[in-house]
């Protein structure tokens, strides 16, 4: 497992790696807080990213060094250039506490804040964005279906189209049995996330929370779930096993089991909207 703190990607926001040997890019725009993890193969070539500087409708515009693309980060899309059209394969990624990270992954890795440059890791430059709800630099009027910067977790269904439950919903119901066409999934939320957009400092940001989603067939047997009494923590109701945020079964009958994680976002609303217009809200 690998970890990347959003207190060095929020100054830097595009991470190039290799992990398990497949070239990857983690990137993090701080503006519509999507952060997003892709692979770097397409049509045969391994892709190096780069910030632009430039924003659409407030989200970080990339390029690629090796035939100067522009590529939007919330969708992926090469939106300028010789690969206009194509899109990269996102990959599964979620927002976890690092206290929770170290817990569940003792052997995981994590970035370094031994970068080569010098920044104020730790701090932020975006205090008191969270919930302001006057997106920075979004020229055009935000959605006023949710507040502008509501987070949401966001499951893309197509490319204009995405099934999006708010955390307002979350914090009061996770977890939420759903399904998404046939598919039947389950999105589980904790509360205890600091948000990296609030306090100077970050550790003592608002605790906004995060969420994670996942398919919840497993063996052919469909599950349900609960709370738990621990946070962070769930119950399915048919084996009273116990499963933690990244999908795992801890304890119980399915002890070892892993569900399958469906590929979500947590985002502001103001930017989910702008590049998925056909969103289906679920409150």
């Known amino acids: 497992a690998r970890a990347y703190p959003l207190q060095i990607l929020l100054w830097h926001e595009i991470v190039n790696d290799r992990v398990a040997g497949r070239p990857v890019a983690v990137t993090y725009c701080p503006l519509c807080n999507s952060t997003v993890a892709f692979s ?25 060094r090796q035939t100067f693309t522009w590529w939007q980060q919330l ?41 080569g440059f010098q920044r104020d890791y730790g701090s932020t430059p975006y205090v008191l964005y969270e919930g302001s ?60 996330v600091a948000s990296p957009l609030d306090d100077a400092t970050i550790a003592q940001g608002d605790r906004v929370g995060s969420a994670s989603v996942f398919y919840r ?16 923590v769930f119950r399915d109701r048919q084996t009273g096993s116990s499963w933690t945020m990244t999908g795992l079964a801890v304890a119980g009958p399915l002890s070892g089991s892993r569900l399958r994680p469906l590929r979500h976002d947590d985002q502001f609303w103001f930017a989910l909207a702008a590049f998925y217009p056909r969103a289906e809200i679920r409150r």
Not at 85 to 113: D, E, M
Request: zero cysteines.
């Open 40 to 64: 770097r193969s397409l049509g045969g070539q391994t892709l190096d990213f780069g910030a632009t500087g430039v924003l659409r409708n407030s989200d970080l515009v990339m390029y690629d």
């Open 75 to 115: 969708t992926g899309e090469g939106v300028v250039g010789q690969l206009t059209g194509r899109r990269l394969k996102p990959l599964g990624s979620q927002i976890l506490s690092w206290r929770r990270f170290r817990t569940l992954h003792p052997g995981g890795r994590v970035l370094s804040r031994e970068t």
């Open 133 to 192: 709800n006057d997106p920075y630099l979004f020229r055009d009027r935000p959605d006023e279906t949710l507040p502008a910067t509501e987070r949401v977790a966001a499951i893309p269904t197509g490319r204009r189209g995405a099934v999006v439950y708010p955390f307002s919903r979350l914090r009061r119901e996770a977890p939420i049995n759903d399904a998404i066409g046939q598919r039947p999934i389950v999105v589980f939320f904790d509360s205890r």
């Open 217 to 232: 067939s497993l063996d052919g047997s469909e599950l349900s779930f609960v709370p738990d009494e621990r946070r962070g």
